[in-house]
């Protein structure tokens, strides 16, 4: 047996960048779709709409902005262009854009009115400049793949620093093509070249995370519908993935130990759409529906893109806005206290004995201080004695990061007149794993922690109630 040490432990497996962190960090953010297609009510343009169509009458990037910050969301990310190849700037390699649109006499830079508007409201700001145009006469040949990576260069360097850069992928299939009117396949694992595109991206713009089927820092988590697997794995043998080649299944749960850190982004619209469609109002997501997919997204570890999609006005639905006002206001009333604040933690392992792994960092709210065990340890029990008998049903567990994601599994158990009882268990914590029980009251629970390969560790523990 190795002597207990009071050094941190080694990280175990494939760990976060800076970058990564603090994405992390940012949990909860939006996504909008706006563009011709919102004036033709299609999902996907086909490429041979007139710029003229592109005319919202009261677009207003601080109201978009505005309602965002104020629901809690971290940031924004814009589709710049969206398949029809339709630019809401005016790029300099392309006719088809906002500058042959009525809109403001032609002058106007929307990506740029979005970015300052995220400015101003202490929002990030994240582009989306779909791989596949159903416009541009040249897609197929290596032609596009060069004015594809000139465009996104335009948005690298032209409206501040980006949170994060978004591949989509779809690829591929029928569309206007210059009037070609045809349907065009390529091949996902050559035709975009995506090192050379993710070099340009780190080279201009190092603190963006780069999202798509294979990350390589983001993946996409396998559906449009927001929910995470169970467990979801920050990790993944990421050369396994081409952006564009659907893996659904594997992207959703991750793998186990993985090659790289690769956490997941759930992406779904607030509607059934990704765009305005007015026939959608009444089938707006309700608050409730939104705390549901937080749980399955945020709760287990990923990060929750909710989209919110302007109207032909240019300004989000009132109907939305009702939604996102009231989901923001069940996660204030379910997160804003914690209900183990008070209690008094112990452990059955301490690692070193040192106070500086003591189950009370579990408590003390600080991101970047925690509980760990000795080396050798491969499980470990922490119990929780509230200062009164409290009633929750949530339970919110949070591992520090930089260790890796080292715990395999956790089960909580409550103390009740018959004894010690299960209330959740599961696979995986990691950022985040938010653990649903049934509602209980009590003053005391415990937390058995297993992990296979390493020594266990854990940051955070809070109770809360759901609504
Ligand atoms: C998909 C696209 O085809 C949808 O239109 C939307 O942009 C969604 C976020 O990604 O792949």
Redesign the pocket.
Known sequence: MPEPTALPPIPWGPVPTPRQLAWHELEYYG?V?FTINTFTDK??GFGDESPALFDPTAFDAGQLAGAAAAAGMAGLIL?CK??DGFCLWPSRYTEHSVKNSPWRGGRADLVAEMAEACRREGLRFGV?L?PWDRNFAAYGRPEYVDYYRRQLRELLTGYGPLFEVWF???NGGDGYYGGACETRRIDPLTYYGWQETWELVRQLQPEACMFSDAGPDVRWVGN?HGVAGDPCWHTLDRGEFTPGVDQAPRLNRGQRPGSHWVPAEC?VSIRPG?FYHAAEDDRVRSPENLFELYLQSVGRGASLLL?LPPDRRGLFHPADVESLEGFARLRQRVFAHDLAAGARASADQIRGGSPAYAPHHLLDGAPDTYWAADDPVREALITLELPAPCTFDLVDLREYLPLGQRLDRFAIEVDTPRGWQPFAQGEGVGRRRLARGPRTTTGRLRLRLGSDHCSPALAHLSLHLSP
Request: aromatic share 24%; no cysteine; proline share 0%.
């Open positions: 996504f779709h999902e996907w589709t969206h398949h989306y779909s989509d992928g779809a449009e992406d990704w989209n």
